[in-house]
């Protein structure tokens, strides 16, 4: 009754009752919190969002032809908060049995390598019958290189169409025709092979299949889970399996029917469906690597580490050889040289008609374990009878491996422990030969970097090492890594001696990347070209002689209200000695004499090291062409205020201590000598500063407003603060909770929430996928700055990933960002008070 006085409580009940009401004032003000509309940033950075991206480019195997990939522009809310389904660690559309997040493109265009001219001739390839905004899968190239091959995704199905290449780059359009009404089962990524030049491999919906079964509003029963003593040190996985109910409806959605689809309308049904996760054709095109998932599933790990059958068909679909069935893995975190103590990255060499190669473990998979090697790279040629072939015992963890030819493969080993990467030449013909050293180096040692060895595909459409035709040669390039900053490069590697000879080596004002070598014999490479002024496009250049680059593509400026910005790459030093560097970034028409020091924003995110060597090399490079694109920070410069861009915040291993042991100190550091640097050169305002960063950059962010007063404000995205949250390890990390509890404790940003009083902005995407950042850490993060008083502002994106993508959320994003900004950071007015 309205009105009543409260009855007499004695006791528990009594004590219950003041509880609650002392909690009260806490939980009222969460009622001023609500949900609002999508606010548009300022007008320019708008404009910029709605503009059409650059196209991507493909380069056709036999390097005749440039397929220009017209991307979409940010989608729309209501595509990316379409219903999903979130199982065993994919997300995945229902309507089309689809990735519910995979990137597609609006149209597809061929450019002839050899045409000229500042409007080169261009053929645009069709969808017959496809109406409004075109959703094209990214397109496969024939082994020959005469056709492709892409998915178009519909609102319920997505099916197969090819395309032929042209004899010329003029005349009309080029209609692509669909090879199959098959609705394709892309869950587990692209769903279709190349089978020789005629033929593709696919995974399709099975006949018949009925709709998704439908779970009971009313429970059966309880859910239960159980520990046999067993460790399973797992990150914090997200999307797994919740339930018997999910349980059904992954196998409903994933279970495949395998089948030939030929370009002349046949299909062949090849084996029964099941949850095949993969089809990979042989290089000849005769057989079929197939790998299955199958029962006891898990709710501890996502579908990569269920149990999987690995089989050999022929085309008939008979099972040749099993090769491999890996049981559930619900013990191996996948950390820090800790693998699968079974057949890994099993895949066909490129090189040879029809030879699976894989990597195995020799220690178990337990870097732990004392071993004088730990993997095997192994073999097994076609007809797959008898023992595989070991063809190198590794001391470290397996690479990747670049098949060359009969009597040359390229293998690759890494241990993460002390960062450190070989190199090994092997003779795939006899076994028994030691291998040879190629390359033996840190991984962190940017500078040292000789550069990744060039492929092109090959016979059989396949990546293989390029060589010259005598075969002498090879090719390496790089970034180029250098104090100067980046400078892509390419060199020529003389396989019998490694010695080498540099070809080219981008040089100012331009930043121009090799993307392929289009004439190894006469020394032509195709480049992406780009400065502060120009707009990336791409060039053929022959690197010997003085004949000047030819360009091949003439994009235009997505973004002209940016020109004008300038940027700088910039060094300087922590008090502990290591060098830092940074891109700083000032606004168009910006006069530091006549202006004064601007407000600024740093937008960083850490890195751990294991030598203060690595730590100082250079990043970047002072010759990029910049538009900001989805949310970046980079918006910001057309508001007015300096963007320092990635200024390096190494975390070093130093005086016997790992990295971590001194993260606040060094993070700290690291922020207080790239605020000095901006007052140094006279364009910032010491009094003005804003950070910011996502994910661990968020994280960062935390830190530095709960162990400083540098900064006037913050912006933390989609970020993790409680590191118990995520017990067994984090970024590189390698001890848990349990043997590092004071650190997990002092690295937490929460732990200090009573300490911040500088204003930070909070924004996560409400669907976060990433193992780390489940949105409760924001959510809990926010209730103990409330709590404690903190100035904070909460910002939730419905339907958003770990990064955002739809139009309204990365609008509203910049709008919350510069608003923020512009009331704490902006005003000249004093900071708060000193901590």
């Known amino acids: 009754m309205i009105g009543s006085p409260l009855p007499l409580l004695t006791g528990g009940a009594r004590r219950t009752l003041v509880a609650g009401a002392v909690l009260a004032p806490v939980l009222v003000p969460a009622l001023a919190s609500a949900q609002t509309t999508y606010q548009q940033p300022p007008a320019p950075i708008a404009r910029a969002l709605d503009a059409e991206p650059l196209p991507a480019v493909s380069v056709s195997p036999d390097r005749k032809w440039l397929l220009h990939l017209r991307r979409r522009g940010l989608p729309s809310i209501e595509e990316v908060g379409a219903p999903e389904m979130r199982l065993a660690g994919l997300r995945l559309n229902p309507r089309t049995n689809g990735g519910s997040r995979d990137v597609s493109f609006t149209g597809l265009s061929l450019q002839a390598v050899q045409g000229g001219g500042s409007t080169p001739a261009m053929r645009a390839i069709t969808v017959p019958g496809a109406t409004g905004?075109?959703?094209?899968?990214?397109?496969?190239?024939?082994?020959?290189?005469?056709?492709?091959?892409?998915?178009?995704?519909?609102?319920?199905?997505?099916?197969?169409?090819?395309?032929?290449?042209?004899?010329?780059?003029?005349?009309?359009?080029?209609?692509?025709?669909?090879?199959?009404?098959?609705?394709?089962?892309?869950?587990?990524?692209?769903?279709?092979?190349?089978?020789?030049?005629?033929?593709?491999?696919?995974?399709?919906?099975?006949?018949?299949?009925?709709?998704?079964?439908?779970?009971?509003?009313?429970?059966?029963?309880?859910?239960?889970?159980?520990?046999?003593?067993?460790?399973?040190?797992?990150?914090?996985?997200?999307?797994?399996?919740?339930?018997?109910?999910?349980?059904?409806?992954?196998?409903?959605?994933?279970?495949?029917?395998?089948?030939?689809?030929?370009?002349?309308?046949?299909?062949?049904?090849?084996?029964?469906?099941?949850?095949?996760?993969?089809?990979?054709?042989?290089?000849?095109?005769?057989?079929?690597?197939?790998?299955?998932?199958?029962?006891?599933?898990?709710?501890?790990?996502?579908?990569?580490?269920?149990?999987?059958?690995?089989?050999?068909?022929?085309?008939?679909?008979?099972?040749?050889?099993?090769?491999?069935?890996?049981?559930?893995?619900?013990?191996?975190?996948?950390?820090?040289?800790?693998?699968?103590?079974?057949?890994?990255?099993?895949?066909?060499?490129?090189?040879?008609?029809?030879?699976?190669?894989?990597?195995?473990?020799?220690?178990?998979?337990?870097?732990?374990?004392?071993?004088?090697?730990?993997?095997?790279?192994?073999?097994?040629?076609?007809?797959?009878?008898?023992?595989?072939?070991?063809?190198?015992?590794?001391?470290?963890?397996?690479?990747?491996?670049?098949?060359?030819?009969?009597?040359?493969?390229?293998?690759?080993?890494?241990w993460r422990r002390t960062r450190k990467t070989r190199t090994w030449a092997i003779d795939p013909s006899n076994p028994a030969k030691a291998p040879r050293l190629v390359f033996d180096r840190s991984s962190e040692d940017r500078y040292g970097d000789p550069g990744r060895f060039e492929t092109a595909p090959n016979q059989y459409g396949r990546q293989a090492l390029l060589t010259t035709k005598d075969g002498r040669f090879a090719f390496l390039g790089g970034a180029g890594a250098s104090a100067e900053g980046d400078r892509p490069f390419i060199d020529r590697y003389e396989l019998a001696t490694g010695k080498t000879e540099r070809l080219f080596r981008s040089a100012a004002p331009f930043y121009e990347e090799p993307v392929a070598v289009l004439d190894p014999e006469a020394g032509v490479v195709l480049t992406r070209r780009e400065s502060t002024t120009e707009v990336p496009n791409y060039w053929a250049r022959t690197v010997a002689g003085s004949a000047q680059p030819r360009q091949l593509t003439f994009f235009k400026d997505p973004a002209p209200q940016f020109a004008g910005v300038t940027s700088q790459l910039v060094t300087y030093k922590r008090k502990d000695g290591v060098d830092l560097s940074a891109t700083v970034y000032l606004p168009a028409g910006y006069d530091k004499a006549k202006d004064g020091p601007l407000p600024f924003f740093l937008w960083a995110y850490p890195l751990e090291y294991g030598s203060a060597a690595a730590a100082s090399q250079v990043v970047g490079s002072p010759y990029r062409f910049t538009r900001p694109t989805g949310a970046s920070h980079l918006f910001l410069l057309s508001q007015g205020y300096g963007v320092m861009d990635n200024p390096t915040m190494p975390i070093v291993a130093m005086n016997g201590k790992e990295s971590n042991d001194?993260?606040?100190?060094?993070?700290?550091?690291?922020?207080?000598?790239?605020?000095?640097?901006?007052?140094?050169?006279?364009?910032?305002?010491?009094?003005?500063?804003?950070?910011?960063?996502?994910?661990?950059?968020?994280?960062?962010?935390?830190?530095?407003?709960?162990?400083?007063?540098?900064?006037?404000?913050?912006?933390?995205?989609?970020?993790?603060?409680?590191?118990?949250?995520?017990?067994?390890?984090?970024?590189?990390?390698?001890?848990?909770?349990?043997k590092a509890q004071q650190l997990y404790t002092e690295m937490s940003p929460f732990t200090y929430a009573n300490r911040v009083k500088t204003p930070i902005l909070l924004i996560h995407g409400m669907a976060d996928d990433n193992q780390g950042t489940f949105p409760i850490q924001s959510e809990r993060y926010y209730a103990a700055l409330k709590g404690n008083g903190a100035k904070a502002r909460y910002v939730q994106l419905p339907a958003e990933a770990h990064g955002y993508r739809a139009r309204e959320s990365i609008g509203h994003t910049l709008y919350e960002m510069v608003t923020w900004l512009d009331r704490y950071v902006k005003p000249k007015q004093e900071k708060a008070t000193a901590m």
């Not at 001391?395 to 060359?404: K, M, N, S, V």
């Not at 790239?674 to 009094?687: Q, S, W, Y």
Request: with cysteine.
């Open 133 to 414: 905004d075109v959703r094209m899968g990214t397109p496969l190239w024939s082994p020959d290189g005469k056709r492709i091959a892409f998915t178009v995704t519909a609102p319920t199905a997505i099916t197969l169409y090819t395309a032929d290449i042209p004899a010329s780059a003029s005349g009309p359009a080029v209609a692509a025709r669909r090879v199959s009404a098959l609705a394709l089962n892309a869950t587990t990524g692209s769903p279709c092979s190349w089978v020789g030049n005629a033929r593709l491999a696919c995974l399709t919906i099975p006949a018949g299949r009925g709709p998704a079964p439908k779970q009971s509003e009313i429970p059966t029963g309880p859910i239960s889970q159980e520990s046999e003593g067993k460790a399973a040190p797992n990150p914090t996985f997200q999307d797994l399996l919740k339930s018997p109910a999910d349980e059904k409806l992954m196998e409903h959605y994933l279970t495949s029917q395998v089948v030939l689809l030929g370009l002349d309308g046949s299909a062949t049904k090849l084996g029964a469906p099941a949850l095949r996760t993969r089809v990979a054709p042989s290089p000849d095109g005769q057989w079929l690597l197939v790998e299955t998932t199958h029962r006891p599933y898990s709710y501890l790990v996502p579908l990569g580490a269920f149990p999987s059958l690995a089989e050999v068909w022929d085309l008939n679909g008979r099972v040749v050889r099993k090769l491999d069935d890996s049981p559930l893995d619900e013990q191996v975190s996948r950390r820090f040289d800790q693998v699968s103590p079974g057949p890994r990255n099993m895949s066909w060499r490129a090189d040879a008609p029809a030879t699976l190669a894989w990597v195995e473990a020799l220690d178990g998979g337990d870097p732990q374990t004392k071993a004088d090697k730990r993997d095997a790279v192994k073999t097994l040629a076609a007809p797959f009878a008898g023992e595989p072939t070991v063809h190198a015992q590794l001391e470290w963890r397996g690479g990747g491996i670049t098949w060359a030819r009969s009597d040359l493969a390229l293998v690759t080993e890494n």
């Open 662 to 738: 001194t993260y606040v100190e060094q993070l700290v550091s690291s922020a207080q000598a790239a605020v000095d640097k901006l007052v140094e050169m006279g364009v910032g305002d010491r009094e003005r500063m804003g950070v910011g960063g996502h994910s661990y950059g968020a994280f960062m962010t935390a830190n530095l407003l709960s162990h400083t007063n540098i900064f006037r404000a913050g912006i933390a995205r989609s970020g993790a603060y409680n590191r118990t949250l995520t017990p067994f390890g984090f970024q590189g990390e390698e001890r848990d909770y349990w």
